[in-house]
């Protein structure tokens, strides 16, 4: 700018300040006032110093470095750029409340209703746009460069917006995120880009209008808005401003205002030491604020580090542990499950692929700061990743900043990182409702909702139809299939009472059903399972939305299969009820082969058929189900046609078209205990699914009602029982509501795992009726221990435990 000395400039004169007081030395005293004087301006210059240093390297941290314009994917994306920016600078028309004539934030009555946060998502929109002016202002290869035409519409805008509606001034209307997040965070970034360009005017408005509209008390309690991913989206904001603004108060506020956001919590928003991340109070949302906030600290700890202001915080690495607790179990292969991603899944132009994209990115970036074991770890997890995303690869997608873009480029090509493979596990997060169960040929995901949580998301007119995502919905993908599942226009085109997995009853529910916010969650207690980190058993007492339908679901999870069961299925809507066996989207023009019982079943659209008692199913390219002993099954191929604006307020009207093959069981109008029992093998071929529907050994369901629901698995020494109520099923006694998962070993051994996923047990004892001659080890919740001819275990107050499995090891014999 042409009012400050450069930085080259100021280290000559602190130099050649430095060498005059040392010649003052050798010559005499030199008077205390000019001493004072000296090392005030001394320190003045050192904090002027770092502020241009920071400033320097969140440049980096948004423009990316270490990358050849002219190399792909660089090229295309800087191409990219410029257009857009091009663009924007074509159609700029500073007007009275306005930037762009397709961006009015002007309200003529500002409130917080859903009009007002149409008008303010305009102010931030256009400091986005001049955002982006900016970036291919200052990058190579966007073809405006040092656009001087381009410089002077983006500062001229910066100035716009400021005198009109975000200034000290101006009083917030619409969607506090705009006024205290986005807009902050943007004209931020971009006074950053363009700081040599800004008068010292400029400089003092702009931040004046930040300090006005996120004051210093946004951080005096962690509390409201000011939680979880907010609290560091704040804290970014004010650190920037006072980097920029050059006040080290500022960035000392916002950095020590980080700390809450590390710990653990027990209720509430945050991250919780089962790996969950809670945003909204009662929803899971990993793939939303879970990866915004991971974003913020990432870069804010990238940022400060090694300078007076570094995140030092001992509980820093618990946020690091959160990369291998909360993030990489719900990534598979480049994507980031939608079953915590709530509301986001309805916007247009992102999907399970896209919002995996920035994680990936910020995976690389904390890893910086971490472990050496535990960066390279991540970024072989990464790789892997990476390789074998065959559907969206992440280097390939268009929406990718250049910084992300940098990074990930710089792993590829890095040939001393081996890619690793998906792990082989099964994970209870049992304090936000969901599961996750890896093999190495496929995944799964099991999406419920509780007293706890809730039955979805919706917000901002947001994920209109997403009421029935939390009743049992299970998500599966294949290693090197399937990946378009949920990518590919799912959201508009299904239909959302038949997602995979859910027991649903057809009664027609509000667009928007329950209120915002997760703010309706059912009265259901028994929500969760247990696990012995490979196998588990998951229980949903369900109960839906708005209707009298309830249901008891188990899922007992295998190494080459999900056990899936129905009981108590009752309602009394005066609708049908139905369960969703599968539901594959098959994209514009998908016809896989269906097979039931070995016969080839029509391809045509608009086909459909209920088999009364079918055996097997197959679904060319997609998996296998085994119906146990026979079950009424009704097979649709449709083309179903939505558009984006049906589901979310700020989608296009384009109507899009897509293809269904489903699978599903009609319980009829108001069933009383309806019930069900099938079996999923993802990706097993038509011949396996045969074999294992013939073979009467392999598994054996030992209850299926509204009291009990377990099964045997021989083959792996899996007795797993899912008790609603107390009582004995096979082998296995519980005097109150439990999940119990035993594994015998070869080695002689067994594994007893129990938990209390109604958070209600104050006592609880489970026996085995199994000869056992020693407890191995067992927790603290474990009050007594007998062993003999069988095991008791002794629980006491379990209620502090949240659900979580209890693990005992017992000698056999």
């Known amino acids: 700018m042409s009012n400050r000395s450069s930085r080259r400039r100021f280290l000559q004169g602190s130099a050649a300040s430095a060498l005059a007081i040392g010649a003052l030395g050798t010559a005499g005293a030199v008077p205390a006032a000019a001493a004072t004087s000296a090392d005030a301006a001394a320190s003045a210059g050192a904090a002027d110093d770092e502020f241009t240093a920071l400033r320097a390297k969140w440049r980096d941290l948004i423009l990316g470095t270490g990358f050849s314009p002219t190399a792909e994917p660089f090229r295309t994306l800087l191409t990219n750029l410029g257009t857009s920016a091009r663009g924007f600078l074509s159609t700029m028309a500073p007007a009275d409340g306005s930037l762009w004539p397709d961006a009015v934030w002007a309200d003529p009555d500002p409130d917080t209703d859903a009009e007002s946060y149409n008008f303010s998502a305009k102010m931030n929109d256009s400091y986005n746009r001049l955002n982006t002016m900016a970036q291919a202002y200052c990058q190579p290869g966007t073809g405006l460069t040092g656009d001087t035409a381009l410089l002077q519409a983006a500062l001229t805008g910066l100035d716009h917006v400021n005198s009109q509606v975000f200034n000290e001034n101006t009083k917030q209307y619409g969607n506090w995120w705009n006024f205290q997040i986005g807009s902050p965070q943007a004209l931020m970034d971009t006074c950053v880009l363009l700081y040599d360009h800004l008068t010292a005017d400029q400089v003092d408005r702009y931040c004046k209008a930040v300090d006005h509209f996120i004051p210093d008390s946004v951080f005096a309690s962690y509390s409201g808005t000011s939680t979880g991913a907010n609290r560091v989206d704040l804290c970014r904001g004010v650190i920037l401003r006072g980097i920029v603004g050059g006040s080290a108060d500022k960035v000392s506020l916002a950095a020590r205002s980080l700390a809450p956001v590390f710990p653990y919590v027990t209720s509430g928003d945050g991250f919780y030491d089962d790996g969950s991340f809670i945003q909204h109070t009662y929803i899971p949302y990993i793939g939303g604020y879970g990866a915004v906030l991971h974003d913020g600290v990432g870069r804010l700890m990238a940022l400060l580090r090694g300078s007076t202001w570094e995140v030092d915080d001992p509980n820093t690495q618990l946020f690091l542990d959160t990369v291998d607790a909360t993030i990489a179990p719900f990534i598979h292969n480049g994507l980031m499950m939608d079953n915590v991603s709530a509301r986001g899944i309805s916007r247009v132009g992102t999907s399970d692929q896209s919002r995996a994209l920035g994680l990936l990115a910020t995976i690389l970036l904390v890893g910086q700061g971490a472990s050496a074991e535990e960066n390279a770890r991540w970024r072989a997890m990464v790789k892997g990743w990476m390789q074998r995303d065959s559907y969206a690869p992440p ?66 007119g947001e994920n209109a139809r997403g009421y029935h995502t939390g009743a049992g919905w299970l998500s ?77 679901k188990s899922w007992f999870w295998l190494d080459d299969s999900i056990v899936c069961l129905g009981a108590g299925i009752t309602s009394t809507d005066g609708h049908p009820v139905e369960t969703t066996v599968d539901n594959r989207a098959l994209g514009t023009s998908g016809a896989p082969t269906l097979t039931v019982d070995g016969k080839t079943q029509p391809s045509q659209q608009g086909w459909n058929k209920t088999f009364d008692s079918a055996r097997w199913a197959h679904i060319a390219g997609h998996a296998g189900y085994v119906f146990l002993g026979g079950s009424p099954v009704t097979a649709v191929r449709e083309e179903r046609t939505g558009a984006w604006r049906d589901i979310n307020t700020g989608g296009p009207t384009d109507p899009i078209t897509r293809r269904y093959l489903t699978l599903y069981t009609d319980h009829g109008t108001d069933p009383v205990d309806g019930r069900y029992a099938y079996v999923l093998l993802p990706g097993a071929g038509a011949r396996t699914t045969a074999q294992r529907a013939a073979d009467k050994g392999w598994l054996k369901v030992l209850a299926n009602s509204g009291d009990q629901q377990g099964v045997r698995v021989p083959r792996h020494g899996l007795t797993t029982v899912n008790f609603w109520s107390a009582g004995t099923v096979d082998t296995v006694t519980a005097s109150a509501p439990a999940s119990v998962l035993i594994r015998e070993h070869r080695d002689g051994t067994a594994t007893v795992v129990v938990s209390d996923p109604a958070r209600q047990a104050t006592s609880l004892d489970i026996t085995w009726h199994r000869r056992v001659s020693k407890v191995l080890s067992k927790p603290a919740t474990v009050s007594a221990a007998a062993t003999g001819s069988s095991l008791k275990l002794s629980f006491g107050d379990l209620t502090g435990a949240y659900g979580a499995p209890q693990k005992v090891r017992v000698r056999l014999g």
């Open 395 to 460: 280097l390939k997608n268009p929406g990718l900043s250049l910084i992300r873009a940098s990074l990930l480029q710089s792993l590829q090509d890095d040939t001393t990182v081996k890619p690793s493979p998906e792990p082989v596990e099964h994970r209870v997060f049992h304090n936000m409702d969901r599961v996750t169960h890896r093999r190495r040929g496929w995944t799964a995901s099991l999406s419920m909702a509780s007293q706890r949580i809730a039955h979805y998301e919706f917000g901002n």
């Open 476 to 552: 599966w993908w294949g290693d090197d299939f399937g990946l378009e599942q949920y990518a590919d226009a799912y959201w508009p085109t299904v239909d959302p009472y038949r997602h995979p997995g859910i027991t649903a009853s057809r009664k027609p529910l509000a667009d928007g059903e329950g209120g915002n916010w997760g703010a309706v969650r059912p009265a259901a207690a028994w929500v969760g399972g247990t696990t012995d980190g490979e196998f588990g058993a998951t229980g949903q007492h369900l109960k839906g939305l708005s209707s009298t339908m309830s249901a008891k």
